[in-house]
């Protein structure tokens, strides 16, 4: 009897041991979930659902007049109307078919989950002013695909429905259609949330040439936290060969600086 007390006892020490262990590594891995914000919308501007307007509002307020305020810009959401203006505004057939073809081409985010973890932890890691935001998917109108707000960032899915899907050909450049795919979800949550943290001061009266700079900064970083080169311009080249050659710059300290005649001589 006494034998199996022993084995207990050490199986339990074991579990102990092997549970201290790997709680290190589960605490340091910091896991990004999309919220379905669209799938509730989806729900109401297909159906009229009312339940699900009232989940959009009571559960996602903020999200719901981003939106419809600043979106779409329909009008205020206070206003008696505007629930119907709302729906109505997606009767059109082609926002039809962009909610149902979004809703198909992304009924799994499991890889773009995934990816934004891996991303954002490591910024949060190698930058002092990030702090991971609030993550959300909506259906736009095909104005914006990404909407940056207080420690919130919305992907408007519409925007990413792929390279050659038939829509965007009559509103969009083959320039712009190849930046219009899933691939391209986290580099530009990524590089919109950075420029809403690292704001140029004094934009307004800033060169052309420093203004581009700074998106060179930005766009560089991205490339670095992802790990390869999803954005590539003149500007992140001057860059990349700076910090090739100030090899104590670290990331935070290149987005914080307001020195750009430092890159002259690289462009």
Same mark, same amino acid.
């Given at each position: ?8 006892? +050490?199986? !339990? /020490? ?6 201290l262990?790997?709680?290190?590594? @589960?605490?340091?891995?910091?896991? /990004? ?19 699900? $307007? ?21 009008? +205020? ?17 082609? $926002? ?11 009924? @799994? ?6 990816? #934004?973890? +891996?991303?954002?932890?490591?910024a949060?890691?190698?930058? @002092? ?27 408007? #899915? ?51 040439q ?11 970083? /991205?490339?670095?936290?992802m ?15 700076? !910090?090739?050659?100030?090899?104590? /710059?670290?990331?935070?300290k ?14």
């Open positions: 009897m006494k034998k199996i007390y022993y084995i207990l006892f +050490a199986v !339990m /020490v074991l579990c102990v041991a092997c549970e262990k790997l709680k290190p590594n @589960s605490d340091m891995e910091r896991q /990004v979930e999309i919220l379905r914000y669209d799938r509730i919308e989806s729900r109401y501007l297909t159906t009229g659902d009312f339940s699900a $307007l009232q989940e959009m509002n009571t559960e996602y307020p903020i999200e719901t007049r981003t939106l419809v305020e600043n979106v779409l810009k329909l009008g +205020a959401v206070y206003e008696p109307d505007i629930n119907s203006r709302f729906l109505n505004f997606y009767q059109d057939t082609t $926002l039809q078919t962009l909610i149902t073809d979004a809703e198909t081409q992304y009924a @799994s985010i499991d890889d773009i989950n995934k990816k #934004l973890s +891996a991303a954002f932890g490591k949060e890691k190698e930058l @002092s002013h990030f702090k991971i935001p609030k993550v959300y998917a909506q259906i736009g109108a095909l104005d914006q695909s990404i909407i940056v707000g207080d420690k919130t960032i919305g992907i408007c #899915l519409d925007k990413y429905l792929g390279e050659d899907y038939p829509l965007y050909a009559k509103y969009y450049s083959k320039n712009q259609c190849k930046t219009m795919s899933r691939e391209y979800i986290v580099p530009d949550c990524l590089s919109f949330y950075l420029l809403s943290i690292y704001q140029m001061p004094n934009f307004d009266h800033r060169s052309q420093e203004k581009d700079l700074h998106m060179g900064k930005v766009m560089y970083a /991205v490339n670095k936290i790990g390869y080169k999803v954005f590539t311009t003149k500007f992140i080249d001057a860059v990349e060969s700076y !910090m090739h050659d100030n090899k104590n /710059v670290t990331l935070d290149l987005l914080i600086s307001d020195n750009y005649k430092c890159f002259s001589q690289y462009l």
